[in-house]
């Protein structure tokens, strides 16, 4: 069985005719216009795949990416565009790219992988589980806002830099620069929709749909509570449909809202996550829990467990699940094991760390 490995960059167009045709053979597009930053040259060595008499039968990509948060920043890696031909599926193939894909994350120090897969119990194999929390707020009838004075525009060509001020004002997401936001404006079926004050300052923006997907979901927004609302309804109002907000569940603030403007409310999880190197991981909290004045705070992991707890209770297990989800949620500590109220206390006060991943992050 041949080895998963990079592509040449004399390969590229053959492994790109291959993804097309595998998973875009309806579209009038190409993979590459889709996840421009992930197929880019730059990123040719997080590419793999796996070549059989000339012919590419199995593919996976990585993204490196940085998420900053109020915690510390960590390093995330992103998989997708995970498939193998039909003819040679399981043989195997699938399973080799992926664990290769895991493998040079954890070389580059990723702290954690993510995914989005609807097989969970394929990717469980590789220590994948779900976690992390992602709160859907959906606008089925039309609601009015207090906010007045705002133009409205439906147009992808805005200023980069704009955009990018008021990205940047969220406590947690990917590093982006102007760049990055300007190719992911050109990703096909991408609507841009902004809110402007009378001194053409941009004051909110929407992004709904990706290509193939997330039609009617809006997966990247900025600006405040009031003013994004007040976009959400004019968008509403545009599409005469029902739309959907994707927002990260500590975005407290605008699901009370949203819930006051009638939305319905589903919870979900962030992805499929698996730890990879614990001991930066665990770094990066207990030097946070110990900002938050818990000195005795404990998150090991050796050859045998994970540790989590402080100097008057300690909680061991074996399973990645448990710690992960502990992690990053969506699990609160009770539900792991009866702690007594101290190391409740202590735990939840640290745990769920906020995680997040914005709609144009995804690979």
Not at 35 to 55: C, K, M, T, V
Not at 81 to 99: C, D, H, L, M, W
Not at 107 to 136: M, V
């Amino acid at each position: 069985m041949s080895q998963p490995r990079a592509p040449f960059n004399s390969e590229m167009d053959k492994v790109i005719d291959f993804l097309n045709h595998s998973l875009r053979s309806s579209e009038g597009w190409s993979i590459t216009a889709e996840y421009p930053l992930a197929f880019d040259p730059s990123n040719l060595h997080n590419i793999r795949i796996i070549e059989e008499n000339g012919q590419i039968i199995s593919h996976a990509v990585l993204k490196n990416l940085l998420i900053k948060t109020p915690i510390a920043i960590f390093r995330v890696a992103a998989i997708g565009n995970v498939v193998t031909a039909p003819e040679f599926r399981n043989k195997g193939y699938s399973q080799k790219v992926i664990k290769d894909c895991l493998q040079i994350a954890t070389e580059q120090g990723a702290d954690i992988a993510i995914l989005w897969t609807n097989i969970y119990d394929f990717y469980r194999k590789f220590g994948f589980e779900l976690a992390g929390s992602e709160t859907a707020l959906i606008f089925n009838q039309p609601f009015d806002t207090e906010v007045k004075g705002l133009k409205y525009l439906q147009s992808n060509k805005v200023d980069p830099q704009s955009i990018l001020r008021l990205y940047s004002q969220h406590a947690v997401g990917s590093i982006r620069n102007a760049a990055d936001i300007s190719r992911y404006l050109q990703i096909p079926k991408v609507q841009l929709y902004t809110a402007w004050d009378q001194n053409n300052q941009l004051q909110a923006y929407a992004v709904e749909g990706r290509g193939a997907d997330l039609t009617n979901y809006i997966h990247e927004w900025g600006g405040s509570v009031s003013k994004l609302l007040a976009l959400v309804s004019e968008i509403q109002k545009q599409k005469n449909d029902s739309i959907t907000i994707i927002t990260p569940s500590h975005s407290a603030n605008l699901i009370r809202k949203a819930k006051e403007k009638g939305a319905l409310v589903n919870e979900g999880y962030l992805g499929m996550i698996k730890l990879l190197n614990t001991k930066n991981l665990f770094f990066k909290i207990r030097r946070y829990a110990r900002f938050l004045g818990q000195e005795d705070f404990i998150l090991e992991h050796n050859e045998h467990d994970y540790i989590v707890g402080h100097s008057g209770h300690i909680f061991r297990t074996t399973s990645e699940k448990d710690i992960t989800q502990l992690i990053f949620g969506p699990h609160k500590a009770t539900q792991l094991q009866s702690f007594d109220i101290e190391t409740t206390q202590i735990l939840e006060k640290i745990f769920p760390i906020p995680m997040w991943l914005w709609g144009w992050d995804s690979v």
